[in-house]
């Protein structure tokens, strides 16, 4: 099987905008989440999506969002960029909706000038 | 609130050796707990987790509900090992709390 894949791998954005990433799960998989990485911060949960249902939300303004479709591709979006939202920005995708084995994507690296 | 705590950044081991990377955590439920390891330019992947009990490279690790640890273990470190690994409990959905990571360098 294909394994999680994000788009776009490199994205370069000014302050103010905003941005659109995406991500299509392993084929099967009905549970998408986000994670940010950064160097000070390390791995913070955004929010996870079960059939097309947002489950769970971490600690983050409301600029951050998302959304998943029927077919579980799921989109996260950050309006109004600020220079610390500079990151790698991780998808995980999973076969059931408790506790499983997650399977990361490659990862969208942000950089906000 | 959930908590993960890896208190080593840094692990530095010469081949051969034996490998103990911490984890500790903090939940007042019944976590399922994770080990995923980065290797150099490599997604993040599993590891192994606690429910299973399996061995997976050589690495096993014991959930401790007592001391509320997790510790990763190898007898004997290779140099392939080195890379970055995360302890990472789930209690809610499949909501991972990480920690910080700890850098493992096997020296040949």
């Not at chain 1, 998302?66 to 076969?95: H, I, K, P, W």
């Amino acid at each position: 099987k294909a394994g999680v894949t994000q788009t776009p791998r490199y994205l370069i954005k000014t302050r103010g905008q905003q941005v659109t990433l995406s991500c299509s799960p392993i084929s099967g998989h009905r549970s998408v989440s986000w994670y940010q990485q950064t160097p000070g911060q390390g791995l913070q949960f955004l929010f996870e999506y079960f059939s097309e249902t947002q489950r769970n939300k971490g600690n983050f303004p409301g600029r951050f969002s998302g959304r998943q479709f029927s077919n579980s591709r799921s989109e996260m979006n950050v309006s109004t960029l600020e220079l610390g939202d500079s990151a790698l920005y991780l998808c995980a995708s999973s076969l059931l909706d408790q506790k499983e084995t997650q399977y990361f994507g490659p990862g969208t690296r942000l950089l906000v000038l | 609130a959930q908590r993960v705590t890896q208190p080593e950044k840094l692990l530095s081991v010469f081949k051969g050796a034996p490998v103990e990377l911490k984890c500790n955590y903090s939940y007042s439920g019944s976590p399922e707990l994770f080990w995923y390891v980065q290797y150099s330019r490599q997604r993040l992947q599993l590891l192994l987790r606690h429910i299973s009990r399996e061995s997976i490279k050589g690495f096993t690790a014991d959930l401790n509900k007592g001391e509320t640890s997790f510790h990763l273990k190898k007898p004997f470190a290779q140099e392939e090992d080195s890379a970055m690994y995360y302890c990472a409990l789930s209690n809610a959905g499949n909501m991972l709390t990480f920690g910080g990571g700890t850098r493992l360098m096997v020296k040949p």
